[in-house]
Protein backbone atom coordinates (compact mmCIF):
# COMPACT_ATOMS: atom_id res chain seq x y z
CA UNK A 1 0.00 0.00 0.00
CA UNK A 2 1.89 3.15 -1.30
CA UNK A 3 1.16 6.23 0.76
CA UNK A 4 2.99 9.01 -1.40
CA UNK A 5 4.15 7.88 -4.76
CA UNK A 6 6.00 9.90 -6.98
CA UNK A 7 7.13 9.39 -10.51
CA UNK A 8 9.59 9.19 -12.20
CA UNK A 9 11.91 8.03 -9.13
CA UNK A 10 15.23 8.83 -11.06
CA UNK A 11 15.49 11.65 -13.58
CA UNK A 12 18.47 12.52 -16.05
CA UNK A 13 18.25 15.28 -18.84
CA UNK A 14 19.63 18.15 -20.12
CA UNK A 15 20.03 21.70 -19.58
CA UNK A 16 17.50 23.77 -21.02
CA UNK A 17 14.55 20.73 -21.41
CA UNK A 18 11.28 21.22 -19.64
CA UNK A 19 10.26 17.93 -16.99
CA UNK A 20 7.67 17.14 -15.08
CA UNK A 21 7.69 15.26 -11.41
CA UNK A 22 4.26 13.58 -10.92
CA UNK A 23 2.64 13.22 -7.06
CA UNK A 24 -0.13 11.29 -5.87
CA UNK A 25 -1.41 10.58 -2.23
CA UNK A 26 -4.04 7.69 -1.16
CA UNK A 27 -4.12 8.82 2.46
CA UNK A 28 -7.17 11.25 1.91
CA UNK A 29 -5.00 13.94 2.82
CA UNK A 30 -5.84 17.46 1.63
CA UNK A 31 -2.64 19.62 1.93
CA UNK A 32 0.01 18.31 -0.80
CA UNK A 33 3.48 19.90 -0.69
CA UNK A 34 6.74 20.18 -2.67
CA UNK A 35 10.22 20.29 -0.59
CA UNK A 36 13.89 20.33 -2.27
CA UNK A 37 16.89 18.42 -0.76
CA UNK A 38 20.28 19.43 -2.24
CA UNK A 39 23.13 17.52 -1.66
CA UNK A 40 23.91 18.69 1.89
CA UNK A 41 20.79 16.98 2.94
CA UNK A 42 19.19 20.78 3.38
CA UNK A 43 15.53 20.26 2.94
CA UNK A 44 13.48 23.27 2.11
CA UNK A 45 10.05 23.91 1.35
CA UNK A 46 9.09 24.84 -2.39
CA UNK A 47 4.89 24.93 -2.60
CA UNK A 48 1.97 23.53 -0.66
CA UNK A 49 -1.12 23.45 -1.97
CA UNK A 50 -4.88 22.64 0.04
CA UNK A 51 -7.93 21.50 -1.91
CA UNK A 52 -6.15 22.62 -5.10
CA UNK A 53 -5.28 26.48 -4.00
CA UNK A 54 -1.75 27.36 -3.96
CA UNK A 55 -0.54 28.13 -0.20
CA UNK A 56 2.41 28.33 0.52
CA UNK A 57 4.96 29.77 -2.18
CA UNK A 58 8.72 30.05 -1.71
CA UNK A 59 11.08 31.81 -3.15
CA UNK A 60 11.40 29.96 -6.23
CA UNK A 61 12.34 30.95 -9.88
CA UNK A 62 8.95 30.69 -11.97
CA UNK A 63 10.42 28.14 -13.90
CA UNK A 64 8.96 25.80 -11.18
CA UNK A 65 5.37 25.74 -11.87
CA UNK A 66 3.17 23.30 -9.18
CA UNK A 67 -0.67 22.00 -10.38
CA UNK A 68 -2.69 20.04 -8.41
CA UNK A 69 -5.93 18.76 -10.84
CA UNK A 70 -7.08 16.93 -7.38
CA UNK A 71 -6.60 16.85 -3.75
CA UNK A 72 -4.86 13.99 -4.62
CA UNK A 73 -2.49 14.83 -6.95
CA UNK A 74 0.43 17.18 -7.13
CA UNK A 75 2.65 17.86 -10.25
CA UNK A 76 5.75 20.02 -10.80
CA UNK A 77 7.03 21.54 -13.85
CA UNK A 78 10.21 22.71 -14.38
CA UNK A 79 11.11 24.42 -17.50
CA UNK A 80 14.80 25.03 -19.13
CA UNK A 81 16.35 22.81 -16.91
CA UNK A 82 19.76 24.49 -15.13
CA UNK A 83 22.67 22.78 -13.11
CA UNK A 84 20.95 24.28 -9.95
CA UNK A 85 18.29 22.33 -10.29
CA UNK A 86 19.93 19.09 -9.18
CA UNK A 87 18.64 17.76 -6.48
CA UNK A 88 15.79 15.34 -4.96
CA UNK A 89 12.33 16.42 -4.80
CA UNK A 90 10.00 15.16 -2.02
CA UNK A 91 6.26 15.01 -1.96
CA UNK A 92 4.54 15.54 1.21
CA UNK A 93 0.95 15.73 2.37
CA UNK A 94 -0.50 16.22 5.13
CA UNK A 95 -4.23 16.67 6.38
CA UNK A 96 -5.53 20.51 7.96
CA UNK A 97 -6.87 20.97 11.13
CA UNK A 98 -3.82 21.21 13.07
CA UNK A 99 -2.17 18.24 11.99
CA UNK A 100 0.06 19.89 9.14
CA UNK A 101 3.66 19.17 11.17
CA UNK A 102 2.23 15.49 10.24
CA UNK A 103 3.72 15.08 6.81
CA UNK A 104 4.13 11.54 5.37
CA UNK A 105 6.69 12.23 2.34
CA UNK A 106 7.04 10.18 -1.00
CA UNK A 107 10.49 7.99 -2.01
CA UNK A 108 11.77 11.48 -3.94
CA UNK A 109 12.40 11.66 -7.51
CA UNK A 110 16.36 12.63 -7.76
CA UNK A 111 17.00 15.03 -10.43
CA UNK A 112 20.27 15.16 -12.18
CA UNK A 113 20.70 17.69 -14.93
CA UNK A 114 23.94 17.82 -16.96
CA UNK B 1 22.16 32.97 9.67
CA UNK B 2 19.88 29.77 8.94
CA UNK B 3 16.41 29.61 11.18
CA UNK B 4 17.41 26.43 11.96
CA UNK B 5 20.89 25.17 12.58
CA UNK B 6 22.03 21.97 13.10
CA UNK B 7 25.04 20.19 13.52
CA UNK B 8 25.61 17.48 10.76
CA UNK B 9 27.97 14.99 12.24
CA UNK B 10 28.64 12.65 11.21
CA UNK B 11 28.14 10.66 14.62
CA UNK B 12 29.13 7.20 14.97
CA UNK B 13 28.23 5.82 18.23
CA UNK B 14 28.58 2.08 19.34
CA UNK B 15 25.57 -0.16 19.85
CA UNK B 16 23.89 0.19 23.20
CA UNK B 17 24.38 4.04 23.71
CA UNK B 18 22.79 7.15 24.66
CA UNK B 19 22.29 9.45 21.31
CA UNK B 20 21.87 13.15 21.89
CA UNK B 21 20.67 15.43 18.77
CA UNK B 22 20.21 19.34 19.12
CA UNK B 23 18.92 22.14 17.08
CA UNK B 24 18.88 25.67 18.16
CA UNK B 25 16.55 28.16 15.91
CA UNK B 26 16.20 32.11 16.13
CA UNK B 27 12.72 32.61 15.05
CA UNK B 28 10.67 32.74 18.61
CA UNK B 29 7.25 32.08 16.23
CA UNK B 30 7.86 28.36 16.02
CA UNK B 31 5.38 26.69 18.65
CA UNK B 32 5.48 22.57 16.69
CA UNK B 33 8.56 21.13 16.44
CA UNK B 34 9.44 17.50 15.11
CA UNK B 35 12.03 15.21 14.67
CA UNK B 36 11.74 13.01 11.49
CA UNK B 37 13.62 10.18 10.50
CA UNK B 38 15.27 10.08 7.26
CA UNK B 39 16.55 6.52 5.96
CA UNK B 40 19.07 6.52 2.68
CA UNK B 41 17.69 7.11 -0.36
CA UNK B 42 14.28 7.26 1.07
CA UNK B 43 11.89 10.13 2.17
CA UNK B 44 12.01 11.53 5.83
CA UNK B 45 9.37 9.96 8.34
CA UNK B 46 7.79 12.00 11.17
CA UNK B 47 9.23 10.06 14.71
CA UNK B 48 8.40 12.74 17.50
CA UNK B 49 6.23 15.98 17.74
CA UNK B 50 6.01 18.56 20.53
CA UNK B 51 3.98 21.36 20.61
CA UNK B 52 5.39 24.15 22.65
CA UNK B 53 8.27 23.84 25.44
CA UNK B 54 8.46 20.12 27.72
CA UNK B 55 9.37 16.69 27.41
CA UNK B 56 7.86 14.12 24.98
CA UNK B 57 8.77 10.43 25.59
CA UNK B 58 8.07 7.53 23.68
CA UNK B 59 9.60 3.84 23.69
CA UNK B 60 13.78 5.02 23.50
CA UNK B 61 12.89 8.09 22.02
CA UNK B 62 12.49 11.11 24.39
CA UNK B 63 12.50 14.69 22.27
CA UNK B 64 12.79 18.28 24.90
CA UNK B 65 11.98 21.73 24.10
CA UNK B 66 13.58 24.50 25.58
CA UNK B 67 11.94 27.48 23.90
CA UNK B 68 13.35 30.04 25.97
CA UNK B 69 16.82 28.51 25.07
CA UNK B 70 15.48 28.26 21.72
CA UNK B 71 16.97 24.93 22.01
CA UNK B 72 15.41 21.11 21.23
CA UNK B 73 17.22 17.61 21.76
CA UNK B 74 16.10 13.94 20.80
CA UNK B 75 17.05 11.87 22.68
CA UNK B 76 17.74 7.80 21.64
CA UNK B 77 18.52 5.20 24.53
CA UNK B 78 19.63 1.95 24.02
CA UNK B 79 20.63 2.76 20.31
CA UNK B 80 20.42 0.13 17.61
CA UNK B 81 22.26 -0.59 14.34
CA UNK B 82 18.46 -0.01 12.70
CA UNK B 83 18.52 3.83 14.19
CA UNK B 84 21.13 4.29 11.34
CA UNK B 85 19.84 7.19 9.48
CA UNK B 86 20.08 10.97 9.04
CA UNK B 87 17.58 12.82 11.88
CA UNK B 88 16.09 15.88 11.09
CA UNK B 89 14.71 18.52 13.26
CA UNK B 90 12.05 20.78 11.36
CA UNK B 91 9.75 23.58 13.26
CA UNK B 92 6.60 25.17 12.57
CA UNK B 93 4.61 28.61 13.63
CA UNK B 94 1.40 26.32 12.99
CA UNK B 95 -1.45 28.90 13.06
CA UNK B 96 -3.57 29.20 9.17
CA UNK B 97 -3.19 30.95 6.42
CA UNK B 98 0.24 30.97 4.42
CA UNK B 99 2.09 29.14 7.76
CA UNK B 100 0.30 26.65 7.68
CA UNK B 101 1.99 23.18 7.09
CA UNK B 102 5.41 25.20 6.54
CA UNK B 103 7.74 23.24 8.13
CA UNK B 104 11.63 24.57 8.25
CA UNK B 105 13.88 22.12 8.47
CA UNK B 106 17.24 21.82 9.97
CA UNK B 107 20.21 20.23 7.83
CA UNK B 108 20.14 16.78 9.72
CA UNK B 109 22.38 15.18 11.63
CA UNK B 110 24.12 11.18 9.84
CA UNK B 111 23.98 8.77 12.53
CA UNK B 112 25.43 5.73 12.60
CA UNK B 113 24.90 2.81 15.40
CA UNK B 114 27.69 0.41 14.55
CA UNK B 115 26.95 -3.26 16.46
Known amino acids: DTAVSQTPKYLVTQMGNDKSIKCEQN?????MYWYKQDSKKFLKIMFS???????INETVPNRFSPKSPDKAHLNLHINSLELGDSAVYFC?????????????FGPGTRLTVT | QKEVEQDPGPLSVPEGAIVSLNCTYS??????FMWYRQYSRKGPELLMYTYSSGNKEDGRFTAQVDKSSKYISLFIRDSQPSDSATYLCAMSAGAGGTSYGKLTFGQGTILTVHP
Open chain 1, 92 to 104: ASSLTGGRGYEQY
Open chain 1, 49 to 55: YNNKELI
Open chain 2, 27 to 32: NSAFQY
Open chain 1, 27 to 31: LGHDT
